[in-house]
């Protein structure tokens, strides 16, 4: 059989004049990386925004080119791009982050250009809801689910000298001019069926992190998250201890990853094993990691699991913060006679394990918006917010909080609630305050709401898709007035030291030991 390499390519990153490029380092590709690898084939990576060891980076990252839509690209050049792929078959692009949907299909259009021949493989939820613009661009297969299997069944196609992948589930392929889906259904492989979906997520491969460009992300220092002392060394990655959610709020993609979707049931709630997070993060460690992110849609979910496994993670000595995965509703009891109050074990668990910074995703501080658009995932009535905050503050927790502003159908009086609660939590502990305002990302059933009832238009890019901006149009409240609400909410909220910190980051050169501010977003 011929050696089939695949290489897996996060493409130059864009942003805005008035934000911070951050490079991506998603953990699509160290697993995909990592199932390729243990089936015994060649796999790569190369982050395109920072470049390997035969690129120089600060030339790389402090020479951002402006695109024609006024965005600023970083990354290395379309020839060192071409030359990174040259001698691999399987070339992926995820698109996970609507506004590096362009990057992915400009990527996508460039290799194509140059080698016709290479099968592009392109995952992610814009790819699987946009399928049109990703094929036009010569994406060879859209994989519509999880892809660790996937991915193995288009190199052993390829192995086979063939091209023709239409009995692979799961997946889009062009055939004759004509977009065909060939079905959620399982992979049968020996007589042996694999679900549609993994869940017993200790069969999934061991991401393969050392293939990131890691000591490159820790020299440019922009983590997605985390709050960090001047001065500071960071050495970051992120992991996942479970994937899915037990909530479908409207505006997040889980919300479309039902049974009978083309993605299936991968939005629900699947988890590790104890022993398969100490083994990674123990990975982490050797690799020289400090920092770990748990990027988990719902860390907290299981909160017995999340009890044990925190006291697990104590002895290993790792800093862990939380991106996503901390709701309200679980650092609260619910049981007989302690509705809505402290949860203190499982705050003593956070505080034990590292963790530093809980952020509070309060979204709205409206019941109706809550249900109707967030799962009904907090009770505004019945949680003891002020008894919380003043916990965490007691417990030397920093605790910023996120809402959001601009739903279609939200009134003026609704948004103004929210903005005055945030007023309020500050006076009460809140570290901080980000207010957001609603985006409709692909495969959300905010946007599927969004299209059918006009808040989006027709020719609407995700590129300019932004939270500080209005993404609709329609709505109660008009697009100007919620960046005004928003902008006005946003600093009257925060301090001025928290302000300057988020608008400014100390980077050290590496050639000169020159300290450079750079902007970053509010």
Aim: aromatic share 8%.
């Amino acid at each position: 059989m011929p050696d089939i390499k695949s290489i897996f390519i996060y493409p130059p990153e864009q942003n805005w004049p008035d934000t911070m490029c951050k490079p991506n380092g998603s953990l699509a590709y160290p697993y995909l990386a990592g199932s390729v690898l243990r089936y015994g084939s060649e796999a790569a990576i190369y982050d395109a925004c920072v470049g390997n060891d035969s690129d120089d980076l600060w030339d790389i990252f402090d020479n951002p080119k402006e695109l024609e839509s006024g965005m600023l690209k970083t990354g290395v050049s379309d020839e060192r791009i071409l030359s990174v792929v040259k001698d691999y078959d399987i070339v992926g692009l995820t698109s996970i982050f609507s506004h590096q949907e362009t990057m992915v299909l400009t990527t996508a259009a460039l290799i194509k250009s140059h080698f016709p021949e290479k099968i592009i493989v392109s995952g992610g939820v814009n790819a699987r809801n946009r399928t049109k613009k990703f094929f036009d661009a010569g994406i060879s297969i859209i994989c519509a689910s999880e892809s660790e299997r996937t991915i193995i069944e288009i190199v052993r196609v390829l192995e086979k000298k063939s091209l023709d992948f239409s009995e692979i589930p799961n997946i889009y392929i062009r055939k004759d001019g004509k977009e065909i889906f060939t079905g959620n259904k399982p992979i049968i492989r020996k007589g042996k069926v694999a679900n549609d979906i993994i869940w017993d997520l200790d069969e999934l491969p061991l991401p393969a992190w050392d293939l990131l460009p890691n000591k490159r992300y820790w020299e440019v220092g922009r983590p997605h998250g985390g709050h960090f002392k001047e001065g500071e060394v960071l050495r970051y990655a992120s992991m996942m201890t479970s994937r899915g959610c037990p909530f479908r709020c409207a505006y997040c993609h889980i919300s479309g990853e039902v049974h009978d979707s083309p993605s299936g049931s991968i939005g629900n709630y699947r988890i590790k094993s104890d022993d398969r997070v100490i083994q990674e993060l123990e990975i982490l460690k050797d690799l020289g990691v400090k920092q770990v992110f748990i990027e988990d849609d719902s860390l907290l979910a299981i909160k017995p699991r999340a009890k044990r496994l925190l006291k697990k993670i104590k002895s290993l000595g790792l800093q862990i913060l939380d991106v996503n995965g901390v709701n309200i509703l679980h650092l609260l009891r619910w049981d007989k006679g302690n509705k809505g109050e402290v949860d203190y074990e499982i705050l003593e668990s956070l505080q034990e394990a590292g963790f530093r910074e809980i952020g509070l995703p309060f979204e709205s501080a409206n019941p109706r918006i809550i249900k109707k658009y967030a799962s009904s995932k907090w009770d505004i009535e019945r949680s003891n917010i002020p008894s919380l905050l003043k916990s965490l503050q007691d417990m030397g927790f920093r605790v910023p909080g996120m809402f959001m502003l601009g739903y279609p159908d939200e009134s003026r009086e609704e948004i103004m609630t929210t903005v005055n609660y945030a007023y309020d939590l500050i006076g009460k502990g809140l570290s901080s305050a980000s207010f957001f305002l609603v985006m409709p990302l692909p495969g959300t059933k905010l946007f599927d709401d969004a299209i059918a009832n006009g808040n989006l238009p027709k020719d609407y890019s995700p590129d300019k898709m932004h939270w500080q901006k209005a993404n609709m149009v329609n709505t109660e409240v008009p697009p100007e007035e919620l960046e005004q609400i928003r902008n006005e909410a946003w600093e009257t909220a925060n301090g001025a030291d928290f302000v300057k910190y988020k608008q400014k980051m100390r980077v050290v050169d590496k050639h000169s030991g020159e300290i450079h501010e750079r902007e970053e977003e509010n």
